[in-house]
């Protein structure tokens, strides 16, 4: 009675561990604008072969993903939305595209290995002259036994920002209008 009692009970827990995790809740905050030209037109895509945003790594050929709650695409719009002016019709247009953006989780027996990895390639262009450049950030942490749901998307958000940060904070992307010889 006892072993059955036991075993049902262990299965209950294994299954529960074993759950599907909820969507990655991911944000970033809007970027300072430091400089003064207003981009004009800003286009954003995902140009990743995957769609999930998180991998945990289970053994040599398994592993579970999870995919963020809302597009990376719409929370970048978001976050340089202070860069874009409508008003103005200066013709500095930007094309971003995410090119990696993965919080790759490696569970042991009693800790954990997060890897968060985001590059972005922005191209600005303004009549006949263009611009582009790749902005990357990794950040690495680890703890015991297994991350919390908040914390891989508190970390996630801040290697967000700071890319998002350095992109809207580079004069090379406001293309200037004309070139000083």
């Not at 140009?47 to 990376?72: G, V």
């Not at 200066?90 to 890897?115: P, R």
């Not at 508190?154 to 290697?159: A, G, I, N, S, T």
Request: proline share 4%.
């Amino acid at each position: 009675m006892f072993r059955t009692i036991f075993a049902a009970g262990l299965v209950l827990f294994v299954s529960a561990c074993q759950s599907q995790p909820d969507p990655l809740i991911i944000s970033a905050d809007t970027v300072v604008d430091k400089l003064n030209t207003q981009v004009n037109q800003l286009e954003v895509k995902d140009k990743r072969s995957y769609s999930y945003l998180y991998r945990h790594k289970k053994e040599e050929d398994k592993a579970e993903f999870t995919p963020a709650q809302r597009p990376l695409t719409t929370i970048v719009e978001e976050a340089l939305q202070p860069i874009t002016g409508s008003y103005s019709n200066n013709g500095l247009t930007w094309y971003v595209s995410i090119e990696k953006a993965l919080i790759d989780a490696t569970l042991h027996t009693m800790k954990y290995e997060l890897e968060h990895s985001i590059t972005i390639r922005v191209e600005a262009t303004r009549d006949n002259r263009r611009y582009s450049n790749f902005y990357s950030g990794t950040y690495s942490s680890t703890g015991g036994l297994k991350p919390a749901q908040a914390t891989i998307e508190r970390q996630f958000k801040q290697l967000l920002n700071s890319v998002l940060t350095d992109i809207a904070n580079d004069p090379k992307l406001r293309v200037p209008e004309q070139e000083d010889f």
